[in-house]
């Protein structure tokens, strides 16, 4: 039988203030908001993985808060209201990585952000610029620009695409390192003093009296006041109730491309596609749209249905003509749900969940976290 040495169970077993499950960037900003406000809290984040492997390090690194055919989709879907309060949770969110880190730090870029609109021609240009004059003057309040968006098809030759009819610019988006940006977060919650554990799963809690014990896959159980779910896509094995599902994102990377023609992250199709470029490399994930139940799962392999579909829209769009080969695929697990709102809730007392960023967490974790770190401290 394995036994704790009293070191162990006094240091980095010992009761915690509160556990957070998931040390993905939810969980790291969620711990860094609470040692912000209360540094001589005591707060362990647990992760089953050895590295966070749900979507926090296995996205496309894109700083973007949505593009236009997407959030008009957004709108017509969930309404005005909640599509505009979503864009503003991004935008603030991005603003506080810039804030917080270096871009040498989080290999922030800065190059900007396009949609490739493809088949709309003639009187449908005309109601493209109308659409995006209409979403410009929304957004005003939350950017401060007067053209968050505008048409630049003049960079379509330039950048060398094909079947593409118009570029819609957005000076405001970036790219980063997403594997940087975690080790980062990693790195200033343990300078805090917050512990980090990983290979633990948490498989059961339950309260009793003012503590919440933590079953795990270990020979050991953990106590805390405040219990707080991080882990997304996977939070239904630990809150079966919630409303989130798992949505598998799969991603390519080039050979190195001579003379790559562009810098910048891309959307296609609301979002459904993205590409960006990685040094001379090119990026490009998504296509879930394809095949929406098959990529409803919790399988972190590849299908071979989304990654030909990834390589045609390369060969057909990206980059016509021009040879290359793959030399990365990997996928990674998103949370969604019926509406892109994150879930933010106290499920009873003491007991938190921070899930469903709709493939929107690198934007959205910073203010998350905020807020989360209000509700558990009441400040």
Same mark, same amino acid.
């Given at each position: 039988m394995y036994?704790?040495?009293?070191?162990e169970?006094?240091?980095?077993?010992?009761?915690?203030?509160? /556990? /957070? =499950?998931?040390?993905g960037?939810?969980?790291?900003?969620c711990a860094?908001y609470l040692k912000?406000k209360?540094? &001589?809290?005591s707060?362990a *984040?647990?992760d089953?993985?050895?590295i966070?492997?749900? =979507?926090?390090?296995r996205?496309?690194?894109f700083?973007c808060?949505g593009?236009?055919?997407e959030?008009?989709?957004d709108?017509?879907?969930s309404g005005?209201e909640?599509?505009l309060?979503l864009?503003?949770?991004?935008?603030?969110g991005l603003k506080k990585i810039?804030?917080v880190?270096?871009?040498?730090?989080?290999g922030?870029e800065? +190059?900007?952000g396009y949609?490739?609109?493809?088949?709309?021609q003639g009187h449908?240009a005309?109601a493209?610029?109308?659409q995006i004059?209409?979403?410009?003057? &929304?957004?005003r309040? *939350?950017? &401060?620009?007067? &053209?968050?968006?505008?048409l630049?098809d003049?960079k379509?030759?330039?950048f060398g695409?094909?079947?593409?009819h +118009?570029?819609i610019?957005?000076?405001m988006e970036g790219?980063?390192h997403?594997g940087?940006?975690?080790?980062?977060l990693? +790195?200033?919650?343990?300078?805090?003093?917050v512990?980090v554990?990983?290979?633990?799963?948490?498989?059961?809690f339950?309260k *009793?009296?003012s503590r919440i014990?933590l079953?795990t896959?270990?020979a050991?159980s953990l106590?805390a006041?405040?219990f707080?779910?991080?882990?997304?896509?996977?939070a239904k094995?630990l809150?079966?109730?919630?409303?989130?599902?798992?949505?598998r994102?799969q991603?390519l990377?080039t050979?190195?491309?001579?003379?790559?023609p562009?810098?910048?992250?891309?959307?296609y199709?609301?979002?459904?596609y993205?590409f960006?470029?990685?040094g001379n490399?090119?990026?490009?994930?998504g =296509?879930?749209n394809?095949?929406?139940?098959e990529?409803?799962t919790?399988?972190m392999?590849t299908?071979?249905?989304?990654?030909?579909?990834l390589?045609?829209?390369l060969h057909?769009k990206?980059?016509?003509g021009?040879?290359?080969s793959?030399?990365y695929?990997?996928s990674?697990?998103?949370?969604?749900?019926?509406?892109?709102?994150p879930?933010?809730?106290?499920?009873?007392?003491?007991?938190?969940?921070?899930v469903?960023?709709?493939?929107?967490?690198?934007?959205?974790?910073?203010v998350?976290g905020?807020?989360v770190a209000k509700?558990i401290?009441?400040r």
């Amino acid at each position: 039988m394995y036994q704790l040495s009293v070191w162990e169970k006094e240091s980095f077993l010992a009761h915690k203030d509160v /556990i /957070i =499950a998931g040390s993905g960037f939810v969980g790291l900003w969620c711990a860094y908001y609470l040692k912000k406000k209360c540094p &001589k809290m005591s707060i362990a *984040i647990i992760d089953r993985g050895i590295i966070p492997t749900g =979507a926090s390090t296995r996205n496309a690194g894109f700083a973007c808060f949505g593009s236009v055919t997407e959030l008009m989709a957004d709108s017509a879907k969930s309404g005005e209201e909640k599509m505009l309060q979503l864009v503003e949770m991004r935008y603030k969110g991005l603003k506080k990585i810039r804030k917080v880190f270096k871009s040498k730090e989080i290999g922030y870029e800065g +190059h900007g952000g396009y949609e490739l609109i493809a088949g709309i021609q003639g009187h449908g240009a005309n109601a493209l610029r109308s659409q995006i004059d209409v979403l410009n003057h &929304k957004l005003r309040k *939350i950017t &401060k620009k007067e &053209k968050t968006f505008y048409l630049n098809d003049e960079k379509i030759s330039e950048f060398g695409f094909a079947h593409v009819h +118009h570029l819609i610019e957005n000076r405001m988006e970036g790219q980063l390192h997403s594997g940087k940006l975690c080790q980062a977060l990693l +790195h200033l919650a343990q300078s805090m003093g917050v512990t980090v554990l990983n290979a633990i799963e948490i498989k059961s809690f339950e309260k *009793i009296n003012s503590r919440i014990i933590l079953q795990t896959n270990q020979a050991f159980s953990l106590s805390a006041g405040n219990f707080l779910i991080c882990t997304n896509a996977f939070a239904k094995q630990l809150l079966p109730q919630l409303e989130v599902e798992p949505a598998r994102g799969q991603v390519l990377v080039t050979s190195e491309i001579q003379g790559l023609p562009w810098k910048g992250t891309f959307h296609y199709d609301e979002g459904f596609y993205y590409f960006r470029n990685l040094g001379n490399r090119v990026l490009l994930g998504g =296509a879930r749209n394809k095949a929406f139940d098959e990529e409803r799962t919790y399988d972190m392999s590849t299908s071979e249905k989304i990654q030909q579909e990834l390589e045609h829209f390369l060969h057909e769009k990206i980059l016509p003509g021009k040879p290359f080969s793959i030399e990365y695929r990997w996928s990674g697990i998103m949370g969604v749900g019926t509406e892109k709102m994150p879930i933010i809730k106290e499920i009873q007392e003491n007991i938190y969940c921070a899930v469903r960023m709709g493939g929107m967490g690198v934007a959205l974790a910073p203010v998350i976290g905020e807020d989360v770190a209000k509700k558990i401290t009441g400040r």
